[in-house]
């Protein structure tokens, strides 16, 4: 067996995003010891930095040892006691994962759904709130990574607190590629990952609770049922106490902080923002003027993530097959029920830059036309670039 | 906040060791997909390496997406179901959080205890076998990581089938430094770390399970609670179908392939025990050349975690501190009932070189000179070189 040596990839799936190269730097430094003081100074940038992401005041901010899903099991362990009663928006693959996760706490779920793609509408959960007493709290996917949907915070957020639930959010795909606004939405767990649109290398979850959720915690009558996501012992090792509980990722830390650093402090969150809002409506621009549909109507469409409907007769797997091995791009196929219906083109964090929007999108109308499918042909790039800010023939825009 | 620059330590505590740089170098590699081919066969690479490492033909054998203690839980809540009564070898602070862990499970658990810092006699466990129906499960820690105890597996390994209980082992701070020998003494379920003797940063937890082990699990009657950790999900990620379950840790599969390879490969698994073995003796003969006292008796020792009596009227703390500030060399110091009366003295992985030893000792000596302890000055160096194979005033052999 030799040395490592993986092909290069531009990585235009739904996670992970290409990591910048100052984060790969970071993770090639020598190690220091999980309760050595200068590694517990780490830990407290990282829960800053993590604050500012969240835009949360949130003492309790701290990123789990585990990947994304290790973040929402985080969050249903801790608050969720057998028999209570919570409320999932399901409109896509991980509205279904919560709902399991949920149940393997002993909640008894009560179930809103919507078709895959489209928004749950506050009024749905209202129904479910008037209709319900001693509802423990109501979760919803910010950013649906399986539909690309984006789900408005603000009015659901008012109507939970109107009737005394907890608000918990999958932020997942959002944090750091749009506004997450934590305090601003109030907002009482939120989990979330590192692989999308912060881009460091999956392996940590960020999660924040607002005070109310901590009181909630405090408040249990039984043990956490998972004793390695246990925030009752968690807080102590990220709080004052430093009480050793499990050794913390010591390179994953570093990565994160330096990845935080990057959208935190040298391009800004806003900046941040703006990226990722221009470039995925140029994407999905670009993919429009080649004749394609999109999957999540107007409106409701996140920037990072964008699924398109696969033209009819085209062969998925050959032209995603093509599009990695040709041009080394990743993007990602359908999942669940939008298997080989939807492509998934993700841009986040680090990946979401112009020369790759025009690249995917002059690849893919390459490999459309191949496959004898109807496009518009010339178009997309021209569309992409006219919505950057760009005519053209022009220069790209710097990043 | 400015680019991540954490001072350079000699990692010679109970974990994390000192990494390779040849691992660094490999988690500088940009990422590719979770599901990319080429990282399929990267994770095909990684279960062939523990196979190897574990000594076993296991096919469930892979590197859960957690720390040590996520491996830990890992085993018991896919072999545990609420009402089952386990055996938990209890002779220091991992043999306590098993118990825990298990607990939250819904097992109803017996202690079989011993003194922190001694081993679990198989007469126990088969007095507790004998006098109990439907043990489901014996749990042993194989390399007490809080005792520096290392716990022998054959017989109780024997005793344990005998009743037709599963026989599960902690293998944490033991694997890749000592022979686990998984197929040799018919262990059904272990979980180790990769921040001990592995040598790559904290951050996955291999696992291995038997047949018999496996068997159990598909006759669960309950979904296991933990969504994140349940194996009949994740063997069909690592298995043929390669169903997406969680995002995987792209870069720490980079580390633990590297360091993997370079324990198997390169110095070869044979070599590695040889070194840790020498190694440890060394450092134990030069502790007690200089007159202190060993917590653990003689042949119940692990060579590569060392547990040491503060001398009496030395200050722990005063003595750690310089040790790390004025040397760069950080241990590990009690932990629970042990706290302030031990040092533990780690030479895991790429940490258990010669020349650390040598070094260790003499700060050591300087050291608690400077506290007024009474030791034996001048005699550590020499009783580690000899124990080495080297006489006094020669060179130190190569690594």
Known sequence: MY???P???ILMGPGPSDVHPQVLKAMATPLIGHLDPKFLEIMNEVMDLLRATFQTDNKLTVAMSGTGSAGMETVFVNLVEPGDKVVIGVNGLFGERMVDVAERCGAEVIRVE?????????DAIEKVLKANTNIKLVAIVHAETSTGALQPLAEISRVVHEHEALFVVDAVTSLGGIEVGIDKH????CYSGTQKCI??????SPVTFSPRALAVMSKRKSKVQSWYLDLSMIQNYWGKERFYHHTAPITMSYAIREALRLVVQ???????FKRHWTLGQSLQKGLVAMGLTLHVKEGQRLPQLTSVLIPEGVDDLAVRKSLLEQFGLEIGGGLGQLKGKVWRIGLMGHSCQPRNVVLFLTALEQLLTLQGAKIERGAAVAAAMKAMGQEEASILPKV
Request: hydrophobic share 30%; net charge negative; proline share 16%.
């Open 266 to 272: 040298e391009e800004g969150l806003q900046q941040t």
């Open 7 to 9: 092909p290069t990839r």
């Open 114 to 122: 919507a078709p895959w793609g489209e928004i749950i509408e506050p």
């Open 186 to 189: 109030q907002v009482d767990a």
């Open 199 to 204: 881009s460091a290398p999956p392996g940590l």
């Open 3 to 5: 040395t490592l040596n």
